[in-house]
Structure formats: structure tokens, C-alpha cells
């Protein structure tokens, strides 16, 4: 158990809706990454946050976005939603941002968009 | 932009032999390089990272992997296979540490008895 919670596990929806994916940091972690993996792109890195503050950027649609909360958890928006976006979603946090930190990984949220 | 190129989607190997999984780099800057294993339903799990400190690292379950600059390559080892070894194996780069980790496509490892 990497202390990475992801809730929900499953979420099957249609295409055009919106859906929210939670993650809650191992306890102390500041900094929280959202990689999605799916058949076509593989495992790409969505967005950072660090503290509350968004700290990188990478390959995240605009219908898509991130938050994260005074008590550190973060959500993941996903709106508009196509069959394209039927991916795992994985959450993992770290203490800090520096090059030698350790990300640690949740078991992800696997999203169906039907 | 960097890259990792992961070769063969699918490895098999027999329990007790050589475990070699391959990955070549792309980086305009010196890299930090990953080696992940993700069982069924689960999350990713770090093995091990390269850093710059040493070529040869060590990393959890007895896998080690060689940085080679002239090869451009971060080939993952295990002298001896064992059955709960079978799982996906990621390679990923990154020119920041942990942040924007960007990933191969993958290598499913199969252990047959």
C-alpha cells in the first residue's frame, strides 16, 4: 500500500458528461502529480501541484482540469467527456519537488466512457 | 523533447534465467531515468531511479539496471526470474527528478515455471 488514496476505483459514464476523480496524498506529501494511462497514449503526465499551487504542466486537454485543497487532497475534473478519455487515472504525491524525490503511486481510477 | 524507447512489448522468460528488459533514451540534457513495475490493479512502484551518482544502480527485488551515455541506453537486469516477477515494466525520463516523468510504452514481463 503506497498510501495513495484514489477514489473512486471505477467510473463508467456516458460521453458528454462530467465526472470529478479524488486523490488524498500519503500523510505529510505537498506535492500531488496526475498521469493518465491509457491503450493509445500510453502513461502521460497530466498536471503538478504543489501546496495548493499548480507547479507543471503537461499534456492535459483544456477540457480537463485540477485543483488542489488546504488539506492537500486534489480532484481531477474531467468535462465534456469522449470515448478517448476511457483511461486509468493515476494520482502520486511526494514530500517535496526536488530531483530526488520519491513519487509514490495510487492504484488509479479506471474511467469508462461509453 | 526527451523520449524513452522500450523494445518488445512482451518478454518471456522461464523462472531462474536472465530477466533483461531493454530502454533507450533520448535528452538533450543530462537525464534522470526510472525503471517502474506496475502488477494487475495496482499502481506504479519505483525500482529504481538513476541520479548521475553512480552508472551501475541497484534497485528493490534484486533488479539492477546500467546507465550508458555512449549506448544512450538503461537496460533493466534481474540475474534470476522469479514468478512473482511477472508484471508491466515502465522506463521513464525526466530532466527535473520526479516531475514530468515521461514514460515508455511498456514491457510485459511473462515467467513461465
Known amino acids: 500500500d503506497s498510501g495513495v488514496t484514489q477514489t473512486p476505483k471505477h467510473l463508467i459514464t456516458a460521453t458528454g458528461q462530467r465526472v470529478t476523480l479524488r486523490c488524498s496524498p500519503r500523510?505529510?506529501?505537498?506535492?500531488v502529480y496526475w498521469y493518465q494511462q491509457s491503450l493509445d497514449q500510453g502513461l502521460q503526465f497530466l498536471i503538478q501541484y504543489y501546496n495548493g499551487e499548480e507547479r507543471a504542466k503537461g499534456n492535459i486537454l483544456e477540457r480537463f482540469s485540477a485543483q488542489q485543497f488546504p488539506d492537500l487532497h486534489s480532484e481531477l475534473n474531467l468535462s465534456s467527456l469522449e470515448l478517448g478519455d476511457s483511461a486509468l487515472y493515476f494520482c502520486?504525491?511526494?514530500?517535496?519537488?526536488?530531483?530526488?524525490?520519491?513519487?509514490?503511486f495510487g492504484s488509479g481510477t479506471q474511467l469508462s466512457v461509453l | 523533447a526527451q523520449s524513452v524507447t522500450q523494445l518488445g512489448s512482451h518478454v518471456s522468460v522461464s523462472e531462474g534465467a536472465l530477466v533483461l528488459l531493454r530502454c533507450n533514451y533520448s535528452?538533450?540534457?543530462?537525464?534522470?531515468l526510472f525503471w517502474y513495475v506496475q502488477y494487475p490493479n495496482q499502481g506504479l512502484q519505483l525500482l529504481l531511479k538513476y541520479t548521475s551518482a553512480a552508472t551501475l544502480v541497484k534497485g528493490i527485488n534484486g533488479f539492477e539496471a546500467e546507465f550508458k551515455k555512449s549506448e544512450t541506453s538503461f537496460h533493466l537486469t534481474k540475474p534470476s526470474a522469479h514468478m512473482s516477477d511477472a508484471a508491466e515494466y515502465f522506463c521513464a525520463v525526466s530532466n527535473t527528478g520526479f516531475q514530468k516523468l515521461v514514460f515508455g510504452t511498456g514491457t510485459r514481463l511473462l515467467v513461465s515455471p
Open positions: 500523510s505529510g506529501d505537498l506535492s
Open positions: 502520486a504525491s511526494s514530500v517535496a519537488t526536488g530531483p530526488n524525490e520519491k513519487l509514490f
Open positions: 535528452s538533450s540534457v543530462p537525464p534522470y
